[in-house]
């Protein structure tokens, strides 16, 4: 049995986030999602439209996720790695290298990030619509 994780904010789900969370599903047998809390985004200087409870729950319903685990800080993912036993870590590609050191404890992927769509598009877009 092959477990992948990722980690994210997931604010405004969407699209994307979907293709994404699929494609990360179809590497393993088991996806694990850290999701960002919102005091780690504040330390971040990142402010989510949702709160954290609300994204887990989202999260929780998508059938492609298995497990939802509160991402905290960035050190975790070591320890989340080994105590999760994840095969396969994945993140979007705009990532890529960030997390290269995880490739001692497992394998690392950065998959292409959907075209056209993201959450600072998202927010662009609304903020443009009520002006």
Same mark, same amino acid.
């Not at 405004?12 to 996806?31: M, W, Y």
């Not at 056209?116 to 662009?124: P, R």
């Given at each position: 049995?092959?477990?992948v994780?990722?980690?994210?904010?997931?604010?405004?789900?969407?699209?994307?986030?979907? $293709?994404l969370?699929? +494609?990360?599903?179809?590497?393993?047998?088991?996806l694990?999602?850290g999701?960002?809390?919102?005091?780690?985004?504040?330390?971040?200087?990142?402010?989510?439209a949702?709160?954290?409870?609300? $994204?887990?729950?989202?999260?929780?319903?998508? +059938?492609?996720?298995?497990?939802?685990?509160?991402? $905290?800080?960035?050190?975790q993912k070591?320890?989340?790695?080994?105590?999760?036993?994840v095969?396969?870590?994945g993140?979007?590609?705009?990532?890529?290298?960030?997390?290269?050191?995880?490739?001692?404890?497992?394998?690392?992927?950065y998959?292409? $990030?959907?075209?056209?769509?993201?959450t600072?598009?998202?927010?662009?877009?609304?903020?443009?619509?009520?002006?």
């Amino acid at each position: 049995m092959k477990t992948v994780l990722t980690y994210g904010t997931f604010d405004l789900f969407h699209l994307g986030h979907v $293709r994404l969370l699929r +494609r990360l599903a179809a590497l393993g047998d088991e996806l694990i999602v850290g999701c960002s809390t919102d005091e780690f985004n504040h330390l971040k200087n990142k402010k989510s439209a949702m709160s954290f409870e609300h $994204r887990m729950e989202i999260l929780e319903a998508c +059938r492609y996720v298995t497990k939802v685990i509160p991402e $905290r800080d960035w050190d975790q993912k070591q320890i989340d790695i080994e105590r999760e036993n994840v095969d396969i870590f994945g993140m979007g590609d705009d990532w890529k290298g960030k997390f290269d050191h995880l490739k001692e404890f497992c394998e690392v992927v950065y998959l292409p $990030r959907t075209e056209d769509i993201s959450t600072s598009l998202l927010v662009n877009e609304i903020k443009s619509l009520q002006r």
